[in-house]
């Protein structure tokens, strides 16, 4: 499938590949174990993070006979940041789902054609951006830049539940595509770079009940608590969760990046290392509890977010099987770990 996003308008190449009925619109919960093929169940695609498909009858032979199948305008408020499509669609049983903050989607892939449009009414929040939604079972779910996570019926769109995720009194807001692992629906939070600390949790995909939250620094009284100059400090010194998430099935282990320190760019009052922001993260799904961390940039005063996906790759290193995990990071590092460990193998 080939996308084109722009503002406000999804284009669709008509050599769409779609090989799924329309009737059924329901996400199998094997589909998320399996190569992004004629599914794309997730953000990117699938558990690694790799967003690659093995589909390929469009390659470099066939690209010059692409030509326009359809246009779908959103046709909805929200000028700017707001109005741009940055959301990755899932494609699940023939039906496009994507986001705008506080709008959802469901458009027929091969036509075009408007399934259904849900749309949130917003308390504020702050709507720079939405990068898409999650699925499960019969199920979707996605943020709102006003503290929400929200569940919606895949076929007609309608609301199941809401549970917030954040507080929009303190400049919290949502905009991460949530991920599914079992019965966790994973969701992260983004907020206002001033003096609130980050964290990502997880909840019941069938009631919305809050499982467990991990906060983004230590506790106190933690050795690695000492990286920040007080507990005071340390309590908002940020670390928002707003990238991509990755798993691994076999281990077990949840992956993600940290954010920025608070105040950002600012040093002088967080002198130290200021863990677990700017951090390639593991958690365990079922508890919430860290497995590892690595640093990619102690004491930020550049505001370089370790944001981005943490990418799951098998190799051999020194003649070893390996399990890694690599992330290209904003700080112009290019890191690979072991995802077993977190231990460091390539910084370069």
């Known amino acids: 499938m080939i996308k084109v996003r722009i503002s406000g308008k999804i284009l669709v190449a008509s050599a769409l590949l779609v090989v799924a009925t329309l009737e059924s619109q329901s996400l199998k919960p094997s589909k998320l174990m399996e190569p992004p093929t004629d599914t794309w169940p997730m953000y990117n695609g699938d558990y690694s993070g790799r967003r690659f498909s093995t589909l ?45 903050p506080d ?27 939405h990068r898409g939604a999650a699925a499960y079972g019969d199920w979707l779910y996605f943020e709102t830049p006003d503290c929400n996570l929200v569940s919606l ?11 917030p ?10 905009s991460v595509a949530p991920l599914v692992i079992k019965n966790h629906v994973i969701a992260g939070v983004s907020g206002d770079d001033l003096d609130v600390p980050g964290y990502i949790q997880s909840h019941d995909p069938e009631t919305g009940a809050l499982q467990w ?11 690695e608590a000492k990286s920040w100059p007080s507990v005071e400090a340390m309590l908002h010194g940020g670390g928002m969760t707003w990238g991509s998430y990755t798993y691994d099935p076999e281990l077990n282990l949840l992956y993600f990046g940290t954010g920025n320190p608070q105040p950002v760019i600012s040093g002088k009052g967080r002198e130290g290392d200021n ?12 508890t919430g509890k860290l497995a590892w961390y690595f640093q990619a940039s102690p004491h930020d005063t550049h505001d370089w977010d370790a944001n981005e996906a943490p ?31 977190g231990e460091s193998i390539i910084t370069t």
């Open 213 to 223: 939250r991990w906060y983004a620094h230590p506790q106190p009284g933690e050795p």
């Open 165 to 174: 995720i954040c507080d929009l009194d303190q400049m919290y807001f949502g």
């Open 275 to 286: 863990l677990y922001t700017e951090c390639i993260i593991a958690l365990n799904p079922e």
């Open 103 to 129: 709008h959802v989607w469901g458009i027929h892939a091969r036509t075009g054609k408007e399934v259904w449009h849900f749309a949130w009414e917003s308390k504020g929040g702050i709507h720079i951006g």
């Open 153 to 163: 019926n895949l076929k007609d769109g309608k609301k199941r539940w809401q549970a």
């Open 56 to 100: 390929n009858k469009i390659n470099d032979s066939t690209i010059s006979s692409l030509s326009l199948a359809w246009v779908y305008r959103t046709n909805v408020a929200g000028g700017g940041f707001g109005g741009s499509i940055k959301a990755t669609p899932l494609l699940i049983d023939g039906v496009l789902y994507f986001t705008l």
């Open 311 to 341: 990418v799951l790759i098998d190799g051999e290193i020194n003649g070893q099987k390996r399990n890694l995990l690599a992330q290209a990071s904003r700080n112009g590092y290019f890191f690979v770990l072991d995802r077993v460990t």
